[in-house]
Every structure is written in structure tokens, then in C-alpha cells.
């Protein structure tokens, strides 16, 4: 018995087998530990978090103890591995960066899992933070407004350090948009604004009361100037129309249904209006057709001679 345990503890094939042994017995832990937890956690993003968190405990208990069990052998290849450790540091910097992105995106603010963000080019939700890349399901490209395109993404976290990070939804979980509507001239525009900032206020009544609340919070937070967070109705003056443009904030998630809901009543509204108000489209108007000069000449002339 005292050999084999000599044989486990001092030799490179026992430390190796060792080893093994450490990784499978936490793995195994870790599969009980998220299996577990999936059974008593009902809230999706405590279960999210739990399961994260048995994770990295797992990876630094794996990783401590084969550090222990490697911890004689490592003194003596100490100047060894120093070489080594820049020439692995060279050929696996993008891996080393990502990896500091990760614990960049742990410990800041920069986004967490359900946040809806940009990143290395791509829009969409976050779904996992994983230790060398974040997961994204997609929303965007060929598909008008903020809907789920169905691909999911993986966006290396190294991206946190080289381009700006979009979120949507972390300090304030709003947007302002805009819908614009043109009216013909001779219309009541005065009635047309009133109808704007009502169908504003039905729709997105309670968006402005929420949004004005956490928005006075990102000024507390942040050096920045109080703004509106009223629907506001803008007028312009141009040569085809009087172009009508409503201003107000919606929450992130729900701004394709809202703009369709608010210009579905928005028609309704001047449908009612028995013809004050009028939709203007593009006309063309053909004021002066140029004047046409057609000379025709005869087949039979007969000055005409026959080529030689």
C-alpha cells in the first residue's frame, strides 16, 4: 500500500493519474452541484448565477489541487517554465485577452446575462458569459426592427477592450424613437398635433413615468444633464408636406410593437377627423409638355437618284 501512494505522490505517471483522478471527481461534484440547484432554484436568473458560480469554484478547486499535487516538481522547472510561460503568453494572447475580458465583464458593469447589447458588430441579447467568449442570440440584420433573427453568435469577450460596448438595457432601459407623419398643406395641423400627443399619451403614458424615474437615477450616477422623457410632437415645414414628428420613450424590448400600436391609432384618430386632417404622399405634376416638332419626308422624291 505504502508503495503505491509513493509510486501516485513522486512519479510523473502517478501525478498524471493523480491527476485524472482530481479532474473527474470535480467534474462530478460540479454535475451534482448544477443538478442540484436546478431543482431548488426557481428564479431563471439566480439559477443562471448559482450555476456559474459552481462552475468557477470547480475550475479553482481543480486547478489548486493539481497545483499541489505538481507543487515539487514545479520548484525545480521554475526558470523552465518562465520560458516557456512567455512563449506561451505570445502565441496565446488573444486567448490571454479574452480571458481578462471575461473577468473584466465579472467584475464591471459592462453587461450581464438578459442584457440586450452590441458587440464586435453584433446586436442582441446576452444569453452566457462564458471565460473566453459571450453568447448572443441575434437580432437585427435581414429582419426589420428588434426581432430574434434565430442565429446565435459568439462573440470573443477580448472585444470588450476593442470597440465600444452597446447596452441597451443596463442604467436605463429605455430609448427614445420617433414616428414621423406628413400631412398635405390646408390641413388643421393644430389638430393633427393634438391627436399626436394624444394617442401618446394612451400608449406610452406609463413608458414616461417609469423612464423619467430611472433616468433621474443615471443622473445621479453620471455627470449628465437632466433631459425630457414627455412625448414630444416637432414640426417641419418643407416643400412637398407639413412633416409631424413624435418624440417619446419606449422600453427596449417592445419598440417594433409600440410604433405599430401608436400609428394604428394614430390613423384611426384622423379617420375621425372627416377630412381636416390628410395624409400627404409624393405627387408629381406635369405643368407644361414640351412641344414636339416632327418633319417627315417622302418616300417617292424624285430628285432623289439612285446610287451608281
Known amino acids: 500500500m505504502e508503495g503505491w501512494y509513493t509510486w501516485l505522490v513522486e512519479t510523473?505517471?502517478?501525478?498524471?493519474?493523480?491527476?485524472?483522478?482530481?479532474?473527474?471527481?470535480?467534474?462530478?461534484?460540479?454535475?451534482?452541484?448544477?443538478?442540484?440547484?436546478?431543482?431548488?432554484?426557481?428564479?431563471?436568473?439566480?439559477?443562471?448565477?448559482?450555476?456559474?458560480?459552481?462552475?468557477?469554484?470547480?475550475?479553482l478547486g481543480a486547478v489548486l489541487l493539481i497545483a499541489m499535487i505538481f507543487s515539487d516538481s514545479l520548484q525545480k522547472m521554475g526558470v523552465a517554465l518562465g520560458v516557456a510561460g512567455a512563449g506561451i503568453a505570445f502565441a496565446l494572447q488573444e486567448v490571454i485577452t479574452s480571458a481578462a475580458g471575461w473577468v473584466a465583464v465579472s467584475l464591471g458593469s459592462f453587461?450581464?446575462?438578459?442584457?440586450?447589447?452590441?458587440?464586435?458588430?453584433?446586436?442582441?441579447?446576452?444569453?452566457?458569459?462564458?471565460?473566453?467568449?459571450?453568447?448572443?442570440?441575434e437580432v437585427g440584420e435581414w429582419v426589420r426592427g428588434d426581432a430574434y433573427t434565430g442565429r446565435i453568435v459568439r462573440v470573443a469577450n477580448s472585444f470588450v477592450f476593442k470597440e465600444p460596448v452597446y447596452n441597451y438595457s443596463a442604467d436605463f432601459p429605455f430609448l427614445w424613437d420617433e414616428i414621423m407623419l406628413p400631412i398635405r398643406y390646408g390641413s388643421d395641423y393644430r389638430l393633427a398635433r393634438q391627436i399626436l400627443h394624444r394617442v401618446a399619451d394612451e400608449v406610452v403614458g406609463d413608458y414616461t413615468r417609469t423612464a423619467h424615474e430611472a433616468f433621474e437615477r443615471v443622473v445621479r450616477s453620471y455627470s449628465i444633464e437632466d433631459a425630457s422623457t414627455e412625448p414630444m410632437v416637432l414640426l417641419t415645414a418643407n416643400d412637398n408636406w407639413v412633416e409631424l414628428t413624435l418624440r417619446y420613450t419606449v422600453d427596449y424590448r417592445r419598440r417594433r410593437p409600440t410604433k405599430d400600436e401608436l400609428f394604428i391609432r394614430v390613423l384611426e384618430e384622423i379617420e375621425t377627423t372627416a377630412g381636416k386632417v390628410r395624409i400627404a404622399s409624393t405627387t408629381v405634376a406635369l405643368v407644361e409638355a414640351p412641344r414636339l416638332d416632327v418633319k417627315l419626308s417622302g418616300s417617292g422624291d424624285a430628285s432623289r437618284q439612285p446610287p451608281q
Open 111 to 137: 453587461y450581464h446575462v438578459g442584457d440586450r447589447v452590441q458587440l464586435g458588430g453584433i446586436k442582441g441579447d446576452v444569453i452566457d458569459v462564458g471565460m473566453l467568449r459571450t453568447t448572443i442570440m
Open 12 to 59: 510523473t505517471p502517478g501525478k498524471l493519474l493523480l491527476s485524472l483522478a482530481v479532474v473527474m471527481v470535480v467534474a462530478a461534484a460540479v454535475r451534482l452541484a448544477h443538478r442540484q440547484i436546478g431543482r431548488s432554484v426557481d428564479d431563471r436568473a439566480d439559477r443562471y448565477r448559482a450555476r456559474k458560480a459552481a462552475l468557477f469554484l470547480g475550475y
